[in-house]
């Protein structure tokens, strides 16, 4: 996985709440057997008729926020199913960074997972950015945990272990094998229980 | 003093977190699916891993089977690929694989708990966001992503913050005969607690109501845990759980099974125990549920009409740009009973409610009488097993001699990722757990309802209060 350290960027502002993983990527792309590739499906039924040609009309694909890695969005992002192609299909599409309110948890962990670092702020900070900063750099210090606008500096809080995994692109399962002793010993005194 | 879960917690800590950071837990359970896993088997492969725990991972195939005849090949290609991908992979890495023609295929949440597979104070997880179902048992189970499938297979662990302890405290008189189904009673929970009130928690529910409904009931319950934002909802494990276990194909047997039922009892969330947070609702109380918008919270009483934005909103403008969404995209306006609401499509099925006893009940509002001319039905059962069993009974007949499809098991209409889906703007009324945007099918509306509701409904062709009938 990539380090994340820092990103300057403008948002695309996703102004509605509760969007659910099937929003963001349609079952009908979940068939695929790679990690890649989900981009072009990103929001597919809000950005495409019913013979797939784009509207244009989608915030996505509006020139002016061509090339943005920051995706601002609002309450309770990402409810629903569990699919990581979701995730896969944010990355793919460019995005580095999600900034919002709140988010469901299984998408949460699921982000972390692949680079995407999620940043929860509080609602008025979020409106501040909607009404006021749509246009405006956005940086993004993981290693300090601030989010800079101008001169106005929002801390955010984010766990330490996910920090570090991100900051330094550590693969989940390298960390986890490094404690094979505590795993066997569990395993010795732990039965889980399997018959035919 | 401890909840079921804070116990269980406790018995799978591998390594416990430094302050607040995540504990490695270990896993008892992992089943997998053709659509989640094989971009984790391919991360095992490139990394040179093995599974470590083979005989601690079952597999079928689910989401994307056609549910209509099995002995012809497979109309879609790319489905056929993701299929001979599980079958290949669980062949490689040595897993138990229940197979489009096994007789235990079935919905990965109805088959783990009717194969016995599903256990009090397990861990169970699964690529696949409804395996809160599995929490019935007084297990702690819960959905992941790929990248976490891929790190219990190569390690039977996981790490996780420890989540809070939400108890929903369900009562009622236990007087009247119940004519409210468990799924009633789960919508209620979602409409009034919102698609994110359990969010960071797992679910304990509770409650005289509870302890009285048999085990298939409980899952339905725990099974949309997640709608109301929680990766985990269980009850405390007890006499129901343990009736329901014993002899199941893969349960503990004999001597042993009776000795870990006294393991089992210490399960039981202490009668003193704390939890963060607390929510009760009288079940006296609920009706049957209908679901008017675009997620599980959106839902009124069937007695009632379609809300106005304001009115559900209550003073939320970003809630109330989604319900004006939600309608638009629903094709419904504010004002209207919801028994004026004319439906195309019924489906009954889904790991919320494909089990036996949600077949039976349905059975008994179609008996002897016939689908709607305006409606298209069709009855999807949870597993091969409940295929069976049913057509034991004979509802395989009712079903058909009614006008409904009688199919083959698997997750089908509830998301719509193999044949069976909703053309653009077709109204359905569903037994499943999801009525988002596109969800059966794009442009599909979904109404979720309970499966008597939904058998009530393919016969009048429009939503009725089901009461009437029972």
């Given at each position: 996985m990539e380090p994340f350290k820092f990103i300057k960027s403008k948002p695309v502002p996703l102004?509605?709440?509760?969007?659910d993983t099937d929003q963001i990527i349609?079952?009908?792309?979940?068939?695929?057997?790679?990690?890649?590739?989900?981009g072009r499906y990103l929001f597919y039924n809000w950005r495409y008729d019913e013979y797939g040609n784009?509207?244009?009309?989608?915030v996505l694909d509006l020139p002016k926020f061509n090339g943005r890695k920051i995706l601002l969005t609002r309450e309770?992002?990402?409810?629903?199913?569990?699919?990581e192609h979701a995730v896969w299909a944010i990355k793919d599409f460019g995005f580095k960074v999600i900034l919002g309110i709140s988010f469901a948890d299984i998408f949460y962990s699921n982000c972390f997972k692949n680079g995407i670092l999620v940043i929860e702020l509080d609602k008025d900070k979020i409106e501040k950015i909607f009404s006021e900063k749509i246009d405006e750099d956005i940086e993004i210090d993981l290693l300090g945990q601030t989010v800079k606008i101008n001169t106005e500096i929002y801390s955010f809080d984010i766990d330490l272990t996910l920090k570090s995994s991100l900051l330094e692109g550590i693969d989940d399962i390298s960390t986890t094998l490094k404690y094979e002793n505590f795993i066997k010993e569990y395993e010795i005194k732990h039965d889980p229980l399997v018959f035919k | 003093m401890l909840t079921t879960y804070d116990k269980i917690w406790n018995n799978h800590l591998v390594y416990p977190s430094d302050n607040e950071g995540p504990s490695l837990i270990y896993i008892d359970r992992h089943f997998i699916h053709e659509v989640t896993s094989p971009q984790a088997f391919d991360g095992l492969r490139l990394n040179n891993?093995?599974?470590?725990k083979p005989n601690l991972t079952f597999a079928t195939v689910d989401h994307?089977?056609?549910?209509?005849?099995?002995?012809l090949p497979l109309v879609d290609e790319v489905s056929s690929l993701q299929i001979k991908t599980l079958q290949k992979n669980c062949q490689g890495f040595g897993i138990t694989l229940f197979d489009?023609?096994?007789?235990?295929?079935?919905i990965v949440h109805v088959i783990g708990p009717e194969l016995g597979l599903t256990l009090p104070g397990s861990t169970i997880v699964c690529?696949?966001?409804?395996?809160?179902?599995?929490?019935?048992?007084g297990a702690l189970a819960f959905g992941i992503g790929t990248s976490e499938v891929e790190h219990v297979l190569a390690t039977q662990c996981l790490w996780m913050k420890k989540a809070k302890n939400f108890e929903i405290i369900l009562n009622n008189s236990?007087?009247?005969?119940?004519?409210?189904s468990a799924k009633d009673v789960i919508l209620s929970i979602i409409k009034n607690i919102?698609?994110?009130?359990?969010?960071g928690s797992v679910i304990e529910y509770r409650g005289n109501y509870i302890s009285s409904l048999s085990m298939e009931k409980r899952m339905t319950i725990c099974n949309m845990s997640i709608e109301a934002g929680a990766r985990a909802g269980l009850v405390s494990p007890d006499d129901v759980t343990f009736d329901y276990l014993?002899?199941?194909?893969f349960s503990p047997k004999n001597e042993l099974f009776e000795r870990l039922i006294d393991d089992w009892k210490?399960?039981?969330?202490?009668?003193s125990a704390k939890y963060d947070k607390s929510f009760s609702l009288n079940?006296?109380?609920?009706v049957p549920q209908v679901t008017w918008g675009?997620?599980?919270?959106m839902t009124v009483d069937v007695?009632?009409?379609?809300?106005?934005p304001d009115e559900y909103a209550k003073g939320n403008e970003e809630e109330k740009k989604s319900a004006i969404r939600a309608l638009a995209y629903m094709n419904l306006t504010p004002?209207?009973?919801?028994?004026d609401i004319s439906i195309d499509r019924v489906f009954i099925g889904?790991?919320?409610?494909?089990?036996l006893e949600d077949l039976i009940e349905a059975s008994i509002i179609v008996k002897g009488k016939k689908v709607s001319s305006n409606v298209q039905a069709m009855v999807v059962p949870g597993s091969q097993q409940v295929k069976l069993s049913a057509e034991r009974m004979g509802l395989d007949k009712i079903f058909i001699d009614a006008g409904f499809e009688w199919r083959e098991s698997g997750c089908s209409m509830c998301l719509?990722?193999?044949?069976d889906i909703l053309l653009p703007g077709e109204r359905c009324a569903s037994t499943s757990n999801r009525n988002f945007?596109?969800?059966?099918?794009?442009?599909g509306r979904t109404h979720l309802v309970s499966p008597v509701m939904a058998a009530a409904a393919a016969v009048v062709g429009k939503f009725v209060d089901v009461r009437e009938w029972i």
């Open positions: 102004d509605i709440v509760n969007v349609p079952k009908q792309f979940l068939k695929l057997l790679g990690k890649t590739g989900y784009n509207k244009s009309d989608f309770n992002f990402g409810i629903g199913s569990s699919r | 891993r093995k599974v470590r994307n089977i056609p549910t209509t005849n099995r002995s489009m023609s096994d007789q235990y295929q079935g690529g696949d966001s409804h395996t809160s179902t599995h929490g019935a048992f236990l007087k009247k005969d119940l004519v409210i919102g698609t994110s009130g359990g969010s014993r002899n199941k194909t210490y399960l039981k969330s202490d009668a079940v006296d109380d609920i675009t997620n599980p919270s007695t009632s009409t379609i809300p106005d004002g209207v009973p919801i028994t889904s790991c919320t409610n494909a089990r719509g990722m193999n044949p945007e596109g969800r059966q099918g794009t442009g």
